[in-house]
């Protein structure tokens, strides 16, 4: 990959850690993290031809890691783990090393954390 299109996907990395539409909006749910760090961008992830979009950002993973189904040990998390068994079938990791496998490129429709429900099991709904 040349270097003005790593810059270029920097700068959008960079529109997307600072967006604070999720909390500015009248009815957030989602609040100021100040946890969360920018997402590391791996250049290998450009030639997948697979993309993955998830809802938003794991509570103990990409959140803190800045790693996309990583914890910050680097340890792959236990839904990456079950993930990443379907995709080696088909020559894809989640793993961004992977000597032998092509690194997958995921996002998130929502760049913040949402938060726990208060009542009940999972996250709040992603909000508009």
Known sequence: MNSDKRVEINKIYDRIHSCGKCIESKSAIIKSDPHKVRRVFFPNSIESKIIIVLQSLAQNQVRLSGIQFHDLNGEIGKGG????????IIGYSINPNSPIYHY??????IQCFPGKKLSGNGDNP???
């Open 81 to 88: 783990q079950y993930l990443e068994k379907y995709l080696n």
């Open 104 to 109: 997958i490129y995921t996002t998130d429709i």
């Open 126 to 128: 992603p909000q508009d």
